[in-house]
């Protein structure tokens, strides 16, 4: 069963499917392309949005993505 930790390497894995940096849109939608059924499986379908956004905080804290002000708004990218 997927939980709230999985979305940290999905972010990662979805950023580097796009070549290193991506909308959020494109991170939600990769996410969902290949997940879908894991997040419907148990209340992570719920919340998966708002633990996308924490697990690319998470990514910022361990050197993987740009910080937040070093990166466009609405972008994520791979360090």
């Known amino acids: 069963m997927a939980t709230k930790g999985d979305l940290v ?3 990662r894995d979805a950023l ?3 070549g290193g940096g991506a909308t959020i849109l494109f991170v939600a ?3 969902w392309e290949h997940h879908e059924s894991e997040l ?5 379908f719920f919340t998966w949005h708002y633990d996308m956004r924490w697990a690319a905080t998470e990514l910022r804290k361990r050197g993987v993505m740009v910080a937040a002000e070093d990166d466009r708004r609405g972008k994520w990218t791979l360090r």
Not at 40 to 44: G, I, K, Q, S, Y
């Open 9 to 11: 390497e999905w972010v």
């Open 16 to 18: 580097v499917a796009a």
């Open 29 to 31: 939608k990769h996410i």
């Open 40 to 44: 419907r499986a148990n209340d992570l």
